[in-house]
């Protein structure tokens, strides 16, 4: 486990930067947290609860280009606009918004595989923060989800006026190991550690008399949940959305 004193964030985030391009919780105009690329100028909120926006933002742009259609008399060429190569950071993620990750890779990563989310996921490196002070509304625990241990590639708990670092993933070990190298992480006493398992088990604590504590999740669909489940109108629905989506993406080649 590694360490970096609150004051020298901008040094960690700077350094950051310089690997790949750094998102992180950032107040907007209208004071609260999003996420954000990193600049000096910017109002860091990395201890913001959470932000107004998923991180899965950074996976599913609002607007790109997918396809570029070409024409040469009848012929007609697409190329499609795979997105740049780079590194991408996102640093500040919690553990509710981590776990999303598994369940989209569940849908995007198996056959049809959906190239723009693969490759963001593959250039992308997940920073995660552990709670420290959940909110009335979180029900982590229902989910089975540890609030203070994200499932990221990088673990990461503010404690005192430290910030605690632990790589989990092959692609954490890579990040940790340039910034270890350039001095920028050290290593941490036995103290910071045991000052991280108390702030874990004291999340925990606080999880366990929260209003949904006892909340549980069924995952059964009943009889009758099945039937609509089962409908044929989702055929008829998804028919529409087919036909929308190949009008908004399909342009009119006479303006070519």
């Known amino acids: 486990m590694y360490k970096i004193a609150k004051d020298k964030l901008p040094k960690l985030y700077a350094a950051l930067q310089n690997i790949g391009t750094l998102l992180l919780p950032c107040k907007n105009k209208s004071g609260h947290a999003d996420f954000a690329p990193y600049r000096e100028d910017a109002e860091a909120a990395l201890d913001a609860p959470l932000t107004n926006r998923s991180a899965k933002d950074v996976f599913f742009p609002q607007v790109e280009n997918l396809l570029t259609f070409k024409t040469s008399g009848k012929e007609l060429a697409l190329e499609q606009n795979i ?10 993620v919690r553990a509710c918004d981590a776990r999303s990750f598994k369940i989209l890779d569940k849908v995007f990563l198996k056959a049809p595989v959906d190239t723009y989310y693969k490759t963001r996921r593959e250039q992308c490196v997940l920073i995660g923060l552990g709670c420290s002070a959940p909110e009335e509304t979180c029900f982590c625990h229902a989910f089975g989800i540890d609030a203070g241990a994200p499932e990221t590639d990088v673990q990461t708990w503010l404690v005192g006026e430290e910030l605690c670092w632990q790589d989990v993933t092959a692609k954490g070990e890579e990040l940790t190991a ?11 006493e036995a103290a910071s550690e045991k000052a991280v398992s108390e702030q874990k088990e004291q999340t925990q604590k606080i999880l366990s008399v929260l209003p949904l504590h006892d909340f549980k999740v069924n995952d059964e669909l009943t009889k009758d949940e099945l039937k609509v489940f089962h409908s044929k109108i989702w055929e008829q629905m998804a028919a529409g959305c087919l036909s929308c989506c190949t009008y908004l993406c399909v342009p009119d080649m006479s303006l070519l």
């Open 83 to 92: 997105p740049p190569a780079g590194v991408t950071i996102v640093m500040g």
């Open 178 to 188: 340039k910034l270890v190298e350039g001095g920028v992480l050290a290593e941490v």
